[in-house]
């Protein structure tokens, strides 16, 4: 970190700046210019809080050289991370992961019998949303606990391990009970006290962007999880909001090779809630796989036409057992699997 101090800053405010860095255990290089002061700031700068540092009048300038993050920086964890959920694993160089399922849990029977045909089509694990963030407070809003516990039948017909959204710290120890991947969603990806509370448990999280973060600052709130003692952590891109209205987001595909080079998490991508249009989601698909995506999150619906949340971005069985397909080729040419 580079700080810049005003050259008329009396000395008294310059050591009063020294002292303040030197207490946090951090080494100090101080540098007299004929215009500015420069101090250079060697050590942990996360703890630094650059808000108050600007706060005081004799200061110029503050530039970070290292990033903000600590536990998710590629630069303090060379290897890519692999995250274990039920078996299935996420993350490293060898196999793409598919999850596939309804955007929402409609009752037991259609989940059971749409997690048969999922697996069928190859995929490793089952998603369906109990509790559903809506933009209205009309919409449908999910099954809630009867949606969880459809969720672990289908799993136990199947065997396939399933992912569900949480919304709240209250319903955490029905998550750790009954969820094989827990989901923060895009609206949730800067609640910070449900990012605490789920670093202090053992399971695995898919902290899904937000409608219009930065990458930093979706590093930072993976950071927020890893720091409460949670290191499981899959990031997953799901489109950014734009000035675009033809896709329903717009999906940064760019955010796969930055986030390898950034990070060492593991990253799959979610063409359905990116495009909002289900003829999208197969070209997209193959085109993450391409970029050396992690895995991919995909909705499913026996019948989208009449799905009760997002039936419009969701592609029936046999569609999506095409698109495994076709994906499972680009995979095979840059040396993966699925």
Known sequence: MIITCRKNAPQEEV?????????QGLEVNFIQGANY???????????VDERKIRANTWIEDVTRIGAPYKKVNRLFHLEDSVVDVAGVKIGGKEKVVVIGGPCSVEGKEEICNLAKKVKEAGADMLRGGAYKPRTSPYAFQGL????????????????LPIVSEIMSTDKIDE???NVDLIQVGARNMQNFDLLKELGKIRKPILLKRGLANTIEEWLMS????????????????RGIRTFEKYTRNTLDLSVV??????SHLPIIIDPSHATGDWELVESMSLAAVAAGADGLIVEVHDNPECAWSDGAQSLKPEKFKAMIDKCKVVAEVIGRSM
């Open 15 to 23: 050591d009063k700046v020294v002292k303040s860095f030197e207490e």
């Open 222 to 237: 993976a950071e927020y999880i890893m720091a409460g003692g949670n290191s499981q952590v899959i990031l997953c891109e």
């Open 175 to 177: 998550f750790i009970e």
């Open 37 to 47: 002061n420069v101090f250079g700031i060697v050590g942990d700068t996360t703890v």
């Open 144 to 159: 809630g606990t009867a949606g969880i516990e459809a969720m672990v039948e289908a799993r136990r017909q199947t065997g």
């Open 257 to 262: 090779p930055i986030i390898k080079r950034k």
